[in-house]
């Protein structure tokens, strides 16, 4: 069955640092490949996703994710995080042939302290 | 272009009843899909409609299930609720729902609670 892993539950970082979110999922087909974040108090919302093409790609507010497939990855950077990037991050895959069903990992709460 | 919204926004039922949650998509989507999502299992896939067709069903139990209309909206219902099912239920709509090139926004999502 298919799975998304999320490799960290709760990321503390301070503003300016760097963040690097790792997400793996188990499926051999092809896939297509989101991050979405939840701020709080607000519905989930897409920062980035990746269908076919460049394996890096660029997503809302200074993130990036990297497509490395043949370690079934697709990890989200961000250079310098502020205190608005505050959120839950949810990494989610979508196989070629089952429609719009989403599988999503357990999220990761990232807190920023400024 | 308004997004997607979910009625209720809130909702409190006891243990026994059924309940009934509408969402309707952003105008011109046709796929419509459900979550829910508990601090617990987090977000768990529960159906896609496509054309008032279920296209993909979750693992959830019969108690669950749901339709849409023709105008694309959709409603999801659970009936015999149990405290488990207390969560945030998210209803998500795409143009089509092919996942090769579709991409799902959210709503806001309607929070039961079963006591």
């Known amino acids: 069955a298919q799975s998304v892993s999320q490799h960290n539950h709760h990321v503390i970082l301070s503003e300016a640092a760097s963040l690097e979110l790792g997400c793996n999922y188990s499926?051999?087909?092809?896939?297509?490949l989101f991050w979405y974040v939840q701020y709080p108090g607000q519905h989930l919302q897409l920062l980035l996703k990746?269908?076919?093409?460049?394996?890096l790609v660029k997503g809302i507010k200074g993130f990036e994710a990297e497509f490395i497939k043949s370690k079934f990855s697709f990890n989200l950077r961000k250079p310098s995080v502020q205190w608005s990037d505050t959120a839950e991050y949810f990494c989610?895959?979508?196989?070629?042939?089952?429609?719009?069903?989403?599988?999503f990992g357990q999220g990761t709460e990232l807190s920023v302290k400024p | 272009k308004a997004g997607v919204t979910q009625t209720p926004r809130y909702l409190i039922k006891t243990r026994g009843q059924q309940v009934t949650l509408s969402c309707s998509p952003i105008?011109?989507?046709?796929?419509v899909s459900w979550y829910q999502q508990t601090p617990g299992q987090g977000l768990q896939f529960l159906f896609e409609y496509f054309s008032e067709t279920q296209r993909n069903k979750g693992n959830f139990p019969g108690r669950f299930s749901g339709r849409q209309f023709s105008n694309s909206r959709s409603e999801m219902n659970v009936s015999t609720l149990e405290l488990g099912d207390s969560a945030l239920y998210l209803c998500a709509s795409s143009a089509t729902g092919t996942g090769n090139t579709d991409t799902q926004y959210f709503g806001p999502g309607t929070r039961l609670t079963v006591l």
């Open positions: 105008s011109g989507h046709r796929s």
């Open positions: 989610a895959v979508n196989s070629y042939n089952q429609g719009g069903k989403l599988i």
């Open positions: 499926y051999g087909g092809t896939v297509n």
């Open positions: 990746y269908f076919s093409g460049d394996p």
